[in-house]
């Protein structure tokens, strides 16, 4: 079965870390451009972070500039969102994407393989 399955959202404190995880299965992920995207509350959702096939290129969003990192561990299928120094702002559902090819890096429209989104809050 092809999917991507995210874990690892939950609720913090502003300021705090959290690493998201997306598992690839059906499908072998280092074949593929990858992204998160970041849907707010009642907002549509926009790519934050995405990668190349070969790593070399990476887009990332102003809004998390310094504060979020994308990678891939190939061995493991999976890619990871690390997250830190969080904000309020951060709130919302996050979706791991996958796409064979793209024209323009983080464009979600471009992605034909998502997961189904895992919530983080960021809140004291």
């Known amino acids: 079965q092809v999917q991507l399955v995210e874990s690892g959202g939950g609720l913090v404190q502003p300021g705090g870390s959290l690493r998201l995880s997306c598992a690839a299965s059906?499908?072998?992920?280092?074949?593929?451009?990858i992204g998160w995207f970041h849907q707010p509350p009642g907002q549509e959702r926009d790519g934050i972070l995405c990668?190349?096939?070969?790593?070399?290129?990476?887009y990332s969003a102003d809004s998390v500039k310094g504060r979020f990192t994308i990678s891939r561990d190939n061995a493991k299928n999976t890619m990871y969102l690390q997250m830190n120094n969080l904000k309020p702002e951060d709130t919302g559902v996050y979706y791991c994407?996958?796409?064979?090819?793209?024209?323009?890096?983080?464009?979600?429209?471009?992605?034909?393989?998502w997961g189904r989104g895992t919530q983080v809050t960021v809140s004291s």
């Open positions: 994407a996958a796409a064979i090819i793209v024209a323009t890096l983080c464009e979600r429209d471009e992605y034909e393989r």
């Open positions: 059906g499908f072998a992920l280092n074949y593929y451009y």
């Open positions: 990668m190349s096939v070969d790593g070399n290129s990476t």
